[in-house]
């Protein structure tokens, strides 16, 4: 046994560039890594550049060993274990839609302003919640309406930035 199992978010700069994605995912899948969220977008467009974050899980021998494969890829420029280095905001946007009528309508717009979520569209029967913050809070939601009608999410994965002066 190497440690216990943790979650870790990682962020990694690239260059913008046809392949590398597959490359990154290709490194886990080969491996047998998971990968619980992934998102990528250009961040420096003169440079030419994309941040991928992505949240993983293992024991600290598997999450130095995928920081380091990482960092070995082509054309990798920085990998940051911003859960090992400290501080950091996490979010994460979601679209939620919840089907109902009478009270049970009534009650997903009350949990609704609860979390703080907005209603960004409605019929007659439905209502689509948006809702952004720290994936626990989405995770929380998401159960909560699945009583009330919950039939479909769409969730962007987790962006995530050092607090401070720390950069990538």
Partial sequence: MDGPIERHTISVLVENEPGVLARVIGLF????????????????????????N????????????????LDRLVPVHTVRDLTAEGP???RELALIKVMGAGEKRVESL?????????????????????????PDKV????????????????????????????TI
């Avoid at 992505?54 to 380091?68: D, W």
């Fill in 29 to 52: 899948s080969g491996r047998g890594y998971n990968i619980e969220s992934l998102t990528v977008a250009e961040v420096e467009a003169q440079r030419g550049r994309s941040r991928i």
């Fill in 54 to 69: 992505l949240v993983t899980t293992g024991s600290p021998m598997i999450i130095e060993q995928i920081k380091a494969q």
């Fill in 88 to 90: 950091h905001l996490e």
């Fill in 110 to 134: 009350r949990i609704a302003d609860i979390f703080r979520a907005r209603v960004v569209d409605s019929t007659n029967e439905s209502f689509v919640f948006e809702i952004t913050g720290k």
């Fill in 139 to 166: 995770n929380a939601f998401v159960n909560l309406m699945a009583p009330l009608g919950l039939v479909e999410v769409s969730r962007t994965g987790v962006v995530a930035v050092s607090r401070g002066t720390g």
